[in-house]
């Protein structure tokens, strides 16, 4: 092509000898361009080729630009597809504006960039960086599908995301088998779909749901709460937690070498010792057995206040209804030693046992909430009851008291054995210095009256019946016919004394004198309500 513009002819160089030396670097860049390579083929015509200061540069007949190169930077612009089909070395950068095909393998050892930093692929360790906002950063896609169909690897951009969209999606056969996963109220990954095998350790700082199969063959770690709302279930029932109850089961041995600290102190178990400290409380449905001593430093309730040992001073209460409330023996409630009955209805008195000190007295008393209550000891049908039988026992049986005076009363035949001695019977001797005596009833319990007759003919006159009656009920004993007590009379004066009876006792005989230092015996028996007998027997002379 010639500088007049005819197509054909050689290509001529019209540049003066002295700009050639100057432009040498503008003239090895062309020599490389047109005799360098092998083929350039430029795929539109153009009008002339002109060599400036500094570049090279085809143009078509309407001034367009097709080809060109800067001689400063060595750069190559090309409006149109060009070939080259030998080795070319371009020291400056490459613009290209339309489609290019390279049709072997190309060496891109520096690295990719494109737009600065969207794709960017590092020369020497090999690192790419994709920087998109693009619907689907990442799409790997089987020959024939798409992004929703047939077998795909996704990675999706922000925008593609929307309120509940995946972060990664993978498809086989459109059936998704993995994705990453937010929702609107987690920005964070919110679910896995499908199976996850993980064989490292697996860190989780956040919540995590797992709606699918999980399977670590690793170490499983996590820093926050876990929560298994659907319980727990290892190998079938080696180890089960239920879902609503929190009932735990382990079929195996359970192994704490570290102890266990339940709240801080709440429920402790002592790492070498084994030592548990259970700071609320413990219930107990089933059965319990215990080896070893069990210390109850506490005090035992059971059933609130059924049995109770207080901790403090362990008194001991037991509550019940039945006949066989304690029962101490060797074969515990069948033939025991001792039996409490508390099944008497409205149950409100029983016995108190008071202990002594080494040489006091141990007190058997009967109490109640009532002013009265008094105290049987039987024994079983033909038993009999003995006190103060011991062999060793050489202590005396005291029955009443000193204040009281009430005494002993016997139902039955009265036997007394007093061994070498006869019996010893404690009376009250009421002593009458006058001419004329009433004999009081209270005299007459007292076993003896004495009269010191004098002046002349006296008289002694027994107390009433009804008198009578109510001393013997002050005694304690309510009177019945047939009751009977006995009284010695003694006239120690020198005057015969005439024994008179007043209403409600009768004399037998009718009449009765004692003389001058004799005695009688006036024995009392009862016939009725505030009725007596008093029958006279009457001694020899004193002397």
């Not at 020599?31 to 360098?36: A, E, Q």
């Not at 059933?303 to 006949?323: E, H, L, R």
């Not at 046992?353 to 141990?362: C, F, L, M, N, R």
């Amino acid at each position: 092509m010639t500088n007049d513009g005819r197509e054909g002819d050689l290509l001529s160089l019209p540049v003066q000898e002295d700009k050639m030396r100057r432009y040498r670097p503008i003239t090895a860049i062309m020599l490389i361009l047109l005799f360098g390579l092998t083929v350039v083929a430029i795929a539109t015509k153009v009008s002339s080729l002109t060599v400036m200061p500094g570049n090279i540069e085809a143009k078509t007949a309407a001034g367009a630009s097709k080809f060109k190169v800067t001689g400063t930077t060595g750069d190559m612009a090309g409006a149109r597809d060009f070939a080259l089909t030998r080795n070319c070395t371009i020291g400056g950068t490459l613009t290209v504006t339309g489609v290019t095909t390279l049709a072997s393998a190309i060496d891109l050892d520096a690295g990719i960039t494109v737009d600065t930093n969207h794709f960017v692929v590092h020369g020497t360790t090999g690192i790419s960086s994709v920087k998109s906002t693009a619907t689907d950063t990442y799409n790997f896609l089987s020959n024939g599908d798409s992004i929703t169909t047939g077998d795909c690897f996704r990675i999706c951009g922000t925008s593609a995301m929307g309120t509940d969209g995946y972060w990664i999606r993978v498809l086989d056969d459109d059936t998704e088998v993995f994705s990453l996963k937010r929702t609107a109220q987690n920005t964070s990954l919110a679910a896995i779909t499908g199976a996850l095998t993980v064989s490292t350790t697996l860190a989780v700082t956040g919540t995590s749901t797992l709606t699918g199969n999980t399977a670590v063959t690793g170490t499983l770690t996590t820093t926050g709460a876990t929560v298994l709302n659907g319980g727990l279930t290892m190998d079938t029932n080696k180890f089960t937690v239920a879902n609503t109850s929190g009932d735990t089961l382990i079929a195996g041995s359970l192994a704490a070498n570290g102890g266990i600290a339940c709240d801080t102190n709440a429920f402790t178990v002592a790492d070498i010792t084994g030592d548990t400290l259970i700071a609320g409380t413990l219930t107990l449905t089933g059965a319990q057995t215990s080896t070893g001593l069990a210390n109850l430093n506490g005090g035992i309730a059971v059933d609130t206040d059924g049995f109770t040992v207080n901790g403090t001073n362990w008194a001991t209460a037991i509550k019940s209804v039945q006949a066989t409330a304690l029962c101490v023996g060797a074969g515990g409630s069948t033939d025991p030693v001792l039996t409490v009955d508390a099944s008497t209805g409205s149950q409100k008195s029983g016995m108190k046992i008071t202990g002594g000190t080494t040489t006091g007295t141990t007190a058997l008393q009967a109490i109640s909430n009532g002013a009265t209550v008094g105290v049987t000891i039987d024994g079983k049908a033909a038993g009999t009851v003995g006190i103060n039988t011991a062999a060793a026992t050489a202590g005396q049986v005291t029955i009443g008291n000193t204040t009281a005076l009430l005494g002993l009363r016997v139902n039955g035949p009265l036997f007394v054995k007093g061994g070498t001695s006869t019996p010893i019977v404690k009376m009250t001797v009421s002593a009458h210095d006058t001419q004329t005596a009433t004999l009081l009833a209270a005299e007459l319990l007292g076993g003896i009256c004495s009269q010191n007759s004098k002046t002349g003919a006296s008289t002694a006159t027994l107390d009433t019946g009804a008198n009578i009656t109510t001393a013997v009920t002050a005694l304690g004993v309510t009177t019945a016919t047939g009751d009977s007590f006995t009284c010695t009379y003694a006239n120690i004066g020198n005057q015969t004394v005439t024994i008179t009876a007043a209403s409600g006792a009768t004399l037998v005989p009718t009449t009765a004198t004692v003389a001058t230092l004799r005695n009688a015996i006036l024995t009392f028996v009862c016939t009725g309500a505030n009725t007596w007998v008093c029958y006279v027997t009457i001694s020899g002379a004193n002397t």
